[in-house]
């Protein structure tokens, strides 16, 4: 079955730092733009970050609003995508999807992973 899973959400204080999972089964995320999007309570869904395919180096992308605080990295060999989340601020509260592909017309979406930046 192909599915899309993330993991590591959780309640952090601002200022703290998050890794978030994207596991894939089924298929190789080698091969594929992985994208990160998050959708905040009564907000449209935005995209956070972009991790290219091997095919196209792993370029990463980033939103304004996360650059320079949160990186997206692959592990091969384990068939995962993380985000790494630091310097987190309340804004940053949402459900955390991954996705596969850059834009938000991707076919596949992970269940999704609450982050809660409070203190």
């Known amino acids: 079955q192909v599915q899309l899973a993330e993991s590591g959400g959780g309640v952090v204080q601002p200022g703290g730092s998050l890794r978030l999972s994207c596991a894939a089964s089924g298929f190789t995320l080698d091969d594929y733009d992985i994208g990160w999007f998050r959708q905040a309570p009564g907000q449209v869904r935005e995209g956070v970050g972009c991790i290219r395919s091997v095919a196209y180096d792993a370029t990463t992308m980033y939103s304004d609003p996360v650059k320079g605080r949160f990186t997206i990295s692959r592990d091969n060999a384990k068939n995962m995508v993380y985000l790494q989340m630091n310097s987190l601020k309340p804004e940053d509260t949402a459900v955390y999807y991954c996705?596969?592909?850059?834009?938000?017309?991707?076919?596949?979406w992970g269940q999704g992973t609450q982050v809660t930046v409070s203190s």
């Open positions: 996705a596969s592909d850059c834009n938000d017309e991707a076919s596949l």
